[in-house]
């Protein structure tokens, strides 16, 4: 069994100094599994969009994960990265009952399948790159409605448990030929 060490590293990515932050990774040594779950949501109108909420959303959600998995992708010399985010990444807008994503973050989380198929040719054989679009996780903070609503909505009456998605990415470290693709963890939504 290898030694592993984590770091956690919090980081404000809406104010940049990814370099600084690639920097603090690099620190304690290349890594051998990448984790990019950076995320805003919001749920803007369309007749509410601005500039600054596109370049916000965009930056946070798609330019930031984009440009962490390449420079640690070509720093690594074999592993795995996972791009977790929801399934907006592969499905339509209306995927979760209750939600109503805006056009950026739709936007921003769906060019994420064309950054883990590019990611995965470009830094293969050495790197593979899968994404993990998760449904509903439970979340206290939101309402008893919104909560029962998204769990009827669900086929499989079960919110997914943070457990399965660490499973997840602990057997995409273990199948080898896994690379370029996009898993589903969602109850079947």
Same mark, same amino acid.
């Given at each position: 069994?290898?030694?592993?060490?984590?770091?956690?590293? /919090?980081?404000?990515?809406?104010?940049?100094?990814? #370099?600084?932050?690639?920097?603090?990774?690099?620190?304690?040594?290349?890594?051998?599994?990448?984790?990019?779950?950076?995320?805003?949501?919001?749920?803007?109108?369309?007749?509410?969009?601005?500039? #600054?909420?596109? #370049?916000?959303?965009?930056?946070?959600?798609?330019?930031?994960?984009?440009?962490?998995?390449?420079?640690?992708?070509?720093?690594?010399?074999?592993?795995?990265?996972?791009?977790?985010?929801?399934?907006?990444?592969?499905? #339509?807008?209306?995927?979760?009952?209750?939600?109503?994503?805006?056009?950026?973050?739709?936007?921003? /989380?769906?060019?994420?399948?064309?950054?883990?198929?590019?990611?995965?040719?470009?830094?293969?054989?050495?790197?593979?790159?899968?994404?993990?679009?998760?449904?509903?996780?439970?979340?206290?903070?939101?309402?008893?409605?919104?909560?029962?609503?998204?769990?009827?909505?669900?086929?499989?009456?079960?919110?997914?448990?943070?457990?399965?998605?660490?499973?997840?990415?602990?057997?995409?470290?273990?199948?080898?030929?896994?690379?370029?693709?996009?898993?589903?963890?969602?109850?079947?939504?």
């Amino acid at each position: 069994m290898r030694e592993s060490t984590v770091k956690v590293i /919090r980081w404000d990515f809406g104010r940049g100094g990814l #370099d600084s932050f690639i920097g603090e990774v690099l620190s304690v040594g290349v890594p051998r599994l990448v984790v990019l779950s950076a995320s805003y949501y919001d749920s803007t109108p369309l007749t509410g969009i601005s500039e #600054d909420l596109v #370049d916000y959303l965009l930056k946070v959600n798609l330019a930031t994960p984009l440009y962490i998995a390449v420079k640690l992708g070509t720093a690594m010399s074999e592993g795995l990265i996972v791009f977790l985010t929801d399934m907006v990444a592969i499905e #339509d807008r209306c995927v979760y009952v209750g939600l109503r994503p805006s056009l950026p973050y739709v936007a921003s /989380r769906r060019a994420l399948t064309a950054v883990v198929k590019y990611l995965a040719r470009e830094l293969a054989p050495k790197v593979r790159v899968v994404g993990i679009a998760v449904g509903w996780v439970d979340n206290p903070r939101a309402s008893s409605r919104l909560r029962q609503r998204a769990l009827s909505s669900i086929p499989t009456g079960r919110f997914v448990e943070p457990e399965e998605i660490c499973s997840l990415i602990k057997t995409a470290t273990e199948l080898p030929n896994l690379n370029g693709v996009f898993l589903e963890l969602s109850g079947g939504l």
